[in-house]
C-alpha cells in the first residue's frame, strides 16, 4: 500500500513561518519525484512546488523566493520551507508522488496525500 502522511500544518501569523514534512511509504521514494499543491476554499488544486528524483525543483512563479522545497532520501520524507507567510497562503496542503515529473507537476498521480491545513491570518 502507498502511504503519503502529511504534517506541520497550523495557524500562523501574516510574515510567520511554517515548515511541512510529507513521508512515504509503499513506495522507492529514491526513484519518485515529489509535490506540494494547495487548496484554497472554493478554488482548484494548484501547483506549489516539485522536486525531481535526482533533487531539481521546480515552484509556482508566485511563490519564487518564499517557499523552498527539499528532501531526504534517507527518511523518505519530502519538506516544504514556507517563509513571509501570506493570508493567501491559507489552504489545504497536499503532497504527490510519481516517477513521472510530468504527473506530478500536472497533478495526475494516484498517490496523495490526506493534507495539511495551513491558516495565516492575525
Known amino acids: 500500500q502507498v502511504h503519503l502522511v502529511e504534517s506541520g500544518g497550523g495557524l500562523v501569523q501574516p510574515g510567520g513561518s511554517l515548515s511541512l514534512s510529507c513521508t512515504a511509504s509503499?513506495?522507492?521514494?529514491?526513484?519518485?519525484?515529489m509535490g506540494w499543491f494547495r487548496q484554497a476554499p472554493g478554488k482548484q488544486r494548484v501547483l506549489v512546488a516539485h522536486?525531481?528524483?535526482?533533487?531539481?525543483?521546480t515552484y509556482a512563479d508566485s511563490l519564487k523566493g518564499r517557499f523552498t522545497i527539499s528532501r531526504d532520501n534517507a527518511k523518505n520524507t519530502v519538506y516544504l520551507q514556507m517563509n513571509s507567510l501570506k493570508p493567501e497562503d491559507t489552504a489545504v496542503y497536499y503532497c504527490?508522488?510519481?516517477?513521472?515529473?510530468?504527473?506530478?507537476?500536472?497533478?495526475?498521480?494516484?498517490?496523495w496525500g490526506q493534507g495539511t491545513q495551513v491558516t495565516v491570518s492575525s
Open positions: 522536486i525531481g528524483a535526482g533533487g531539481i525543483s
Open positions: 504527490t508522488a510519481s516517477t513521472s515529473d510530468r504527473i506530478v507537476v500536472t497533478g495526475t498521480s494516484d498517490y
Open positions: 509503499g513506495i522507492n521514494f529514491r526513484l519518485n519525484a
